[in-house]
């Protein structure tokens, strides 16, 4: 997701409608012609519509006022001007409308393909011909038409993932994350190597069983307060089933990391360490004694389930997915019988 952008604030205005027409019939050997002037047409309304190909805001950062066509004027013959355009803007899925004045939120977008109309266009001015009456027989007068609704928005997108990988820099999170899914992310050995959220899917079961997870830019102490990279990513994991905490198995000080990293999430939203939760240590294939492994999850079995593995030599991949399908979707997993 090169150049990702997830907040944008933007101005946005429905059409202004068209004016309405002053105008009187004129017709061969009629010598005095009533008024005939049509209603000018409503102006454009202001749409906003999901759509899953596109990932990210950058597409409002060129032009940040977006406004739909005006209603155009009325015309004589009572004809009534043209309704203006409507405008459409698409937005990733996930994407949140805020009020940029008051906060409030206006639509949430969770699903592919919904609209949210923001905003209707102004109606379109009366003509002359709306105006006569028995004692006014030749109104030379109209109605101007009205303006469009403006709006200053706040365009948030907070990703929608069912997993949200969770660790300090390098711990193997794009390893993880392109082991697992189709994603390619860049991956290299050095701090911060992730520096936008990336999203991948997992595939299983002859592709009848999906779930997307997303690879978290790696969080420090004092994430919650803008220190590094984590504040403004931590969003992305406010909406995902569960969390699977990384650590680096080469480096191990799970306790101590572990409950920073809680504490960085509770800093940003308390709500995030009531997800459930697995506890995921890479980098296996740097120790030799397979005894290491249960010693390491007995000592540390107070904080939660455990499951070591080596996301870069794809060591016991399979059974993260098994204790992923259970925990976090409550699927038992259906071993296929011995031949």
Request: with cysteine; hydrophobic share 35%.
């Amino acid at each position: 997701m090169s150049g990702f952008q997830d907040e944008v604030f933007i101005q946005s205005c429905a059409g202004k409608g068209g004016a309405g027409s002053i105008h009187f019939h004129k017709e061969k050997f009629v010598e005095f012609g009533g008024p005939d002037g049509g209603d000018g047409g409503d102006g454009g309304d202001v749409h906003f519509m999901s759509d899953h190909r596109i990932l990210t805001l950058e597409n409002f950062i060129p032009d940040r006022t977006y406004s739909a066509e005006d209603g155009h004027p009325g015309l004589g013959q009572n004809r009534q001007g043209k309704k203006g355009q409507d405008l459409v803007l698409k937005v990733p899925i996930g994407t949140q409308i805020y009020d940029g004045e008051t906060r409030e939120l206006l639509y949430d977008f969770l699903t592919e393909g919904e609209d949210f109309l923001l905003a209707k266009g102004g109606r379109g001015g009366k003509g002359n011909a709306f105006f006569k009456t028995s004692v006014n027989q030749a109104p030379r007068y109209s109605q101007p038409g009205e303006e469009g609704a403006s709006f200053s928005l706040l365009l948030q997108l907070k990703l929608i993932a069912d997993l949200g990988i969770v660790g300090l820099p390098n711990a193997g999170k794009s390893t993880l994350l392109s082991k697992l899914t189709e994603a390619h992310p860049k991956i290299a050995g050095y701090a911060f190597t992730t520096l936008t959220p990336n999203l991948g899917i997992v595939r299983e079961d002859e592709d009848t069983f999906r779930y997307t997870v997303a690879d978290i830019p790696g969080i420090i102490e004092g994430a919650s307060r803008g220190v590094g990279l984590g504040i403004s990513f931590l969003k992305h994991i406010e909406r995902v089933r569960g969390i699977l905490f990384l650590f680096d198995g080469s480096n191990l000080q799970l306790e101590e990391e572990f409950q920073m990293l809680q504490n960085e999430l509770k800093a940003y939203n308390p709500v995030l360490l009531e997800k459930p939760f697995l506890l995921v240590v890479n980098k296996l294939d740097l120790w030799d004694d397979p005894s290491f492994t249960e010693d390491l999850k007995k000592s540390y079995s107070h904080l939660g389930e455990i499951i070591c593995i080596s996301a870069e030599m794809e060591d016991n991949l399979v059974e993260l997915k098994k204790e992923i399908r259970k925990i976090f979707f409550q699927e038992p997993i259906h071993e296929s019988p011995a031949l």
